[in-house]
């Protein structure tokens, strides 16, 4: 099967590097597979998981923070705010993180705050189910 390089930056740097026969990704307008050999495509990311299939059959997973996909026949780029491979990510942050982003959302302050919290609380949950494989 045909494999495409792809590659997930963030601003700290790359933080996976492989070839995959698929990508799975979440898009503001829905989710999409991409195969090797797809035409080129750029589509913004929501708060959510990507799945990397590779052509040993095994899937590996990532949870980003919004950010990009940018498709090219021979090399697939996502650039996220910030992204984790469900191997590295700390669930007791994620879980204090969303503990705060609750406890923040309760107060209902301001607008704002009641953005960034519930982004904040989106993360948090994308990442539990990440590392949790509720994907
Ligand atoms: P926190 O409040 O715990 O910092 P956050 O959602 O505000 O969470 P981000 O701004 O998205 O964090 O990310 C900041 C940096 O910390 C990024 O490099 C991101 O990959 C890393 N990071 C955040 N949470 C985790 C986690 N639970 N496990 C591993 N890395 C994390």
Do not use: C
Not at 13 to 29: C, F, H, L, N, R
Not at 99 to 107: P, S, V
Not at 113 to 135: C, P, Q, W, Y
């Amino acid at each position: 099967m045909k494999t495409v390089t792809v590659n997930i930056v963030t601003p700290d740097g790359s933080v996976y590097d492989s070839e995959v026969t698929m990508v799975i990704a979440k898009t503001t307008s829905g989710e999409i597979g991409v195969l090797a050999g797809h035409i080129p495509m750029v589509a913004p990311l929501t708060i959510g998981s990507v799945k990397l299939k590779k052509a040993d059959g095994t899937t590996d997973v990532a949870a980003v923070s919004g950010g990009f996909i940018e498709v090219r026949p021979e090399k697939i780029s996502i650039l996220a705010p910030s992204a984790e491979v469900a191997s590295s990510i700390d669930i007791a942050r994620a879980k204090e993180a969303l503990a705060r982003a609750e406890g923040r959302l309760q107060k209902k302050q301001d607008d704002i705050d009641f953005t960034r919290a519930e982004l904040s609380l989106k993360r948090a949950m994308n990442r539990i189910n990440v590392h949790e494989g509720n994907i």
